[in-house]
């Protein structure tokens, strides 16, 4: 059974930081995974999709990457902003549906 | 404007009582799912529906039913049955076809009381 890992599970940086969440897969047999946002008690909003035969995938200050092999993908954002301050989960698509990791909550300090 | 509709946004559920969850798309999608959030977790999927009239229990569908009579509709009971019904529901739909690109709902905060 596939199982999504997310760490670190809370961050706190200070305005300005480039900085990464790491999120880890245990079935490398994936179509595609996808970044998502969570603001507090709102639906999740998709920051970026990479297809299984992609690497990467990037969008204004974000950019992840995907490597199958070892099951691991990154979201990289730079130049943190108190805008961005929200739970990031990301979730892997096995074909019928998606598996969500614990997320990890983001707050970006002024 | 094509997306997900989520109603109510809050619902308050008493004792023995079953409640219903509204969930329509406008995007054409021929996939549509249910997950539940509880504190501090990430998602665990109810019931999922690839094609109308048909539909999948998910990793929790104890005390859940679902029905798909339009494509653009995926409504989800919580019956008596599930004991521990208090989270937040969202609904999404996708396409079948690739790269299976998955949109959501803003949800429902469904409170036991």
């Known amino acids: 059974k596939q199982e999504v890992t997310q760490i670190p599970a809370a961050l706190s940086v200070p305005e300005g930081e480039n900085l990464v969440l790491n999120c880890s897969f245990t079935?490398?047999?994936?179509?595609?995974l996808q970044w998502f946002r969570q603001d507090p008690g709102k639906g999740l909003t998709s920051l970026l999709l990479i297809q299984s035969s992609q690497r990467e995938q990037t969008s204004g200050r974000l950019n992840a990457s995907l490597d199958k092999s070892s099951g691991r993908s990154t979201l990289y954002i730079a130049a943190s902003q108190p805008g961005d301050s929200a739970t990031y989960l990301c979730a892997v698509d096995a074909g019928n549906m998606l598996t969500f990791g614990g997320g990890t909550r983001l707050m970006v300090k002024p | 404007d094509g997306g997900i509709t989520q109603s109510p946004k809050y619902l308050f559920r008493k004792e023995g009582q079953n409640v219903t969850l509204s969930c329509e798309q406008n995007l054409n999608h021929d996939a549509m799912y249910w997950y539940r959030q509880d504190p501090g977790q990430g998602l665990r999927l109810i019931y999922y529906?690839?094609?109308?009239?048909?539909?999948q229990k998910g990793d929790i569908a104890e005390g859940y039913s679902v029905s798909r009579e339009k494509k653009e509709s995926f409504p989800l009971t919580v019956t008596s049955a599930q004991k521990n019904p208090t989270a937040f529901y969202l609904c999404?739909?996708?396409?079948?076809?690739?790269?299976?690109?998955?949109?959501f709902g803003s949800g429902t905060r469904l409170t036991v009381v």
């Open positions: 079935d490398s047999a994936i179509y595609n």
């Open positions: 999404a739909s996708s396409t079948t076809a690739r790269p299976y690109g998955y949109t």
């Open positions: 529906s690839q094609i109308v009239n048909d539909f």
